[in-house]
């Protein structure tokens, strides 16, 4: 089993900021099938960034993620008021498998 | 365009069983390119993947939950169903059907959630 672990648990950053989020796996991620996904209050997980640096469709290119193997990062520039929420990586590459990161909260500073 | 939907009873008692379905419309449960699968959410907490299932009938589960958890799809109805046994206040959850990638379906991302429905264990 793949664990994945999130830093820093908690970001609190002002709006316009950049956020700089970490996802760290215990082995190597299959294929970089390495995933982000924003949760709000209430909904269901949003997928960002699939394949550890694709966009998913609709997802505005303040969002990037990079990385491979066991380390990966999403990048939030100029942060707006909707980005306040909670981000998971998941990894998808030991189907049917899969694990979550414990999430890092972005929260107003 | 797919659409996945969760039902079943929003409450339960501690030790009886949890059943949930979920109905897959704009995709057919017998493709060979996907699995399908539950994922959970504590009040407050993170992700937990359940179990996945094969149209076939081939179920992997979480082996934390594996003793009590069973996942199955029904290819005529176009759905898949979890039953979780022996309930107890820590399955309180939101739990949410997927549709999830494998193989060469992952090039284009993980896969497609529902929802989600609450479950209290109560």
């Known amino acids: 089993e793949i664990v994945l672990t999130q830093s820093p648990g908690i970001l609190s950053l002002s709006a316009g900021e950049r956020a700089t989020l970490s996802c760290r796996a215990s082995?190597?991620?299959?294929?970089?099938?390495l995933a982000w996904y924003q949760q709000k209050p209430g909904q269901a997980p949003r997928l960002l960034i699939y394949?550890?640096?694709n966009r998913a469709p609709g997802i505005p290119d303040r969002f990037s993620g990079s990385g491979s193997e066991t380390d990966f990062t999403l990048t939030i520039n100029r942060l707006e008021p909707g980005d306040f929420a909670v981000y998971f990586c998941q990894q998808y590459g030991s189907s049917p498998g899969l694990s979550f990161g414990p999430g890092t909260k972005v929260d107003i500073k | 365009q797919l659409l996945l939907q969760e039902s079943g009873p929003g409450l339960v008692k501690p030790s009886e069983t949890l059943s949930l379905k979920c109905g897959v419309s704009?995709?057919?449960?017998?493709?060979?390119?996907?699995?399908w699968g539950w994922i959970r959410q504590s009040p407050g907490k993170g992700l937990e993947w359940i179990a996945s299932?094969?149209?076939?009938?081939?179920?992997s589960y979480n082996p934390s939950l594996k003793s009590r958890v069973t996942i199955s799809v029904d290819i005529s109805a176009n759905q898949f169903s979890l039953n979780v046994n022996s309930v107890t206040v820590a399955d309180t959850a939101v739990y949410y059907c997927?549709?999830?990638?494998?193989?060469?379906?992952?090039?284009?991302?993980?896969?497609?959630w529902g929802q989600g429905t609450l479950v209290t264990v109560s």
């Open positions: 299932v094969f149209y076939s009938g081939r179920a």
């Open positions: 394949g550890a640096s």
């Open positions: 704009g995709a057919s449960v017998s493709t060979s390119s996907y699995y």
């Open positions: 997927a549709r999830l990638c494998t193989g060469g379906s992952c090039y284009t991302g993980p896969g497609t």
């Open positions: 082995q190597s991620v299959s294929d970089n099938y």
